[in-house]
């Protein structure tokens, strides 16, 4: 379970609140300057928020989470912020219109922290952890369907997938059956009741995180469709940045990362644009040049001081004057339920 930099040291382990991860590689890479309009679309306990302020005379800022419970925690920083800090209820997904709405435009910079925030892991209530018993919800806008909901009533295979694709779990398809028949006793409603079942059937490692630790992950993503919102949310990003705006983008396990890269790789031109069906058409104009060369990792004294940072990776990059353009369908895919074949045990 890893999430938002603003702290915690994940569902098995200890709280570290309102610790930012990566901070000063993410101010490096963003270069605020004076008078430039920022938006953070993950807001959390506003860690990146509250230094992007800070960083250059001016700035101002709008920030957004869909986590109500996050928005109305941020009142006091809206109105210490004198009018610069714009705090709304919304999905990054939809940055651009958003951006849009407020008066944003163009962007100077979009800064991204994905995943779950410490707040979330830290109350029981909301179900995202097994650290704590509680409600099995995981809903971070804490509406629509919930986790419990899908742990009773998905079909076996289209669990095992969830857990296999999005969990990496390798024991997949024994945690989905071990899921469906506990369910057939009665419904399956606490965090605590399914780490249980996980744990039947997947082997505690030493030294190792907890055995359900994959498969909350999993059900979390999909609960949210956080991948899907992280694909929309790039393709958003460009069509709102000005030329010479960042991208900062911070993920926490490799298959936010894959995306992040892949999308960076296909829009700076470091992988062919061209189309398959006409293979001597010219590739598109590249969209935007890498400020990072690969994934900028925590430094050894970060990691020191703050556990959770173990997993964090950072991607930068500068948008160009081209114009922007749809998703490829290989970025599309990353973020979707692939055919089912090879999966898990």
Do not use: C, W
């Not at 922007?324 to 895919?333: C, E, F, H, K, P």
């Amino acid at each position: 379970m890893t999430g938002r930099g603003d702290g915690s040291a994940g569902a098995a382990g200890g709280p570290a609140r309102h610790v930012p991860v990566l901070l000063r590689e993410v101010l490096a890479s963003l270069a605020p300057k004076p008078r430039g309009l920022y938006l953070d679309g993950t807001f959390g306990a506003g860690g990146y928020s509250r230094a992007i302020l800070d960083a250059a005379p001016g700035v101002r800022l709008l920030a957004l989470d869909r986590d109500p419970s996050a928005v109305s925690g941020g009142a006091d920083l809206v109105a210490a912020s004198a009018g610069r800090l714009v705090l709304t209820e919304a999905r990054f997904g939809d940055l651009d219109a958003v951006a849009q709405a407020h008066g944003f435009v163009p962007l100077d910079g979009v800064v991204l922290d994905i995943g779950v925030s410490s707040m979330q892991l830290d109350e029981a209530g909301r179900g995202f952890s097994f650290r704590f018993e509680g409600p099995l919800d995981m809903r971070m806008e804490q509406a629509g369907p919930s986790a419990a909901d899908l742990v009773n009533h998905a079909g076996e295979r289209e669990l095992a997938d969830i857990i296999y694709h999005y969990g990496e779990e390798r024991r997949s398809r024994a945690v989905a059956h071990a899921i469906v028949e506990a369910r057939r006793r009665g419904r399956i409603s606490t965090t605590k009741q399914l780490a249980d079942i996980v744990a039947t059937v997947v082997r505690a490692e030493p030294n190792a995180p907890h055995p359900a630790t994959r498969t909350f992950q999993a059900l979390r993503i999909a609960v949210n469709d956080e991948l899907g919102e992280l694909v929309r949310a790039l393709a958003a990003a460009e069509r709102v940045l000005a030329p010479g705006g960042r991208l900062v983008v911070v993920t926490f396990h490799s298959l936010e990362d894959r995306i992040v890269k892949q999308f960076l790789a296909r829009r700076s031109g470091r992988v062919g644009t061209g189309s398959r069906h006409l293979p001597g058409a010219p590739a598109e104009a590249p969209t935007f040049t890498l400020v990072t060369k690969g994934a900028v990792s925590p430094s050894e004294d970060e990691l020191a001081a703050n556990v959770r940072a173990r997993s964090a990776k950072l991607r930068a990059a500068e948008r160009t004057e081209a114009a922007a353009r749809g998703l490829d369908d290989s970025v599309r895919a990353l973020a979707e339920l692939p055919q089912p074949k090879g999966r898990g045990r």
